[in-house]
């Protein structure tokens, strides 16, 4: 159940776009199309944004898209905002029926 | 509205007991299942367990496997988190959230309650 590989942190201009990756394994992204990214503020609970590697939740902004290749998944922001300042986090199923979180990537918006 | 409301969480010494709650409203509770998720201070999420809809399955994180026993009351809309021979590595902020099938994702998340594990 090794943590997936995130990027400690990012950082973009305000319109600009920033992709986070996450890599793992055969055994989890690599062999599942369940994988998910979370956002979370400072002191907030986690709130889903993409499911299902691309996939959006009702009201999630579409500047929020997601992708996967191989053994790593791509979490993208375009156009950046401030207000996407933030910690984000992949997560993925694994073989083992469980799911498993990378370690969490800091968005910094300059 | 969905809501999840965790409650519990507190100040134990190492080797103690504690017992995690998370009332559920606003959703069919008895069909989803529940997951408790912690995330320990200034550090990332880590899954800790889940449990079926109908407690037929039930998994655990290898860190808590045999210390922390996870169960719900269907009943009572209501999901638990027993956790035994606690130790300072526990410490953190406690969440429960609700796993949504369609979407092989957590859904919804509680506001989380904090358990410090310290002497």
């Known amino acids: 159940q090794s943590a997936l590989t995130q990027p400690a942190s990012v950082s973009g201009s305000p319109g600009q776009s920033i992709t986070i990756s996450c890599t793992g394994t055969s055994s989890d992204i690599g062999g599942h199309n369940y994988v998910s990214w979370y956002q979370q503020f400072p002191g907030r609970a986690p709130k889903l944004i993409i499911y299902?590697?691309?996939n959006r939740p009702s009201g999630v902004s579409n500047r929020f898209s997601g992708s996967k290749s191989g053994n790593t998944a791509s979490l993208t922001i375009s156009g950046l905002q401030a207000e996407d300042e933030a910690d984000y986090y992949c997560?993925?199923?694994?073989?083992?029926?469980?799911?498993?979180f990378g370690g969490g990537t800091k968005l910094t918006v300059l | 509205e969905v809501q999840l409301v965790e409650s519990g969480g507190g100040l134990v010494k190492p080797g103690g007991s504690l017992r995690l709650s998370c009332g559920a409203s606003g959703f069919t509770f008895s069909t989803f299942i529940m997951n408790w998720v912690r995330q320990a201070p200034g550090k990332g999420l880590e899954w800790v367990s889940s449990?079926?809809?109908?407690?037929?399955?039930?998994y655990y994180a290898d860190s808590v496997k045999g210390r922390f026993t996870i169960s719900r009351d269907n009943a009572e809309n209501s999901l638990y988190l027993q956790m035994e021979s606690l130790r300072a590595e526990d410490t953190a902020v406690y969440y429960c959230?609700?796993?949504?099938?369609?979407?092989?994702?957590?859904?919804?998340w509680g506001q989380g309650t904090l358990v410090t594990v310290s002497s």
């Open positions: 997560s993925s199923d694994t073989d083992s029926s469980t799911p498993v």
């Open positions: 449990i079926s809809s109908t407690t037929a399955y039930i």
């Open positions: 299902d590697v691309s």
């Open positions: 959230a609700r796993y949504r099938g369609p979407l092989n994702a957590l859904d919804y």
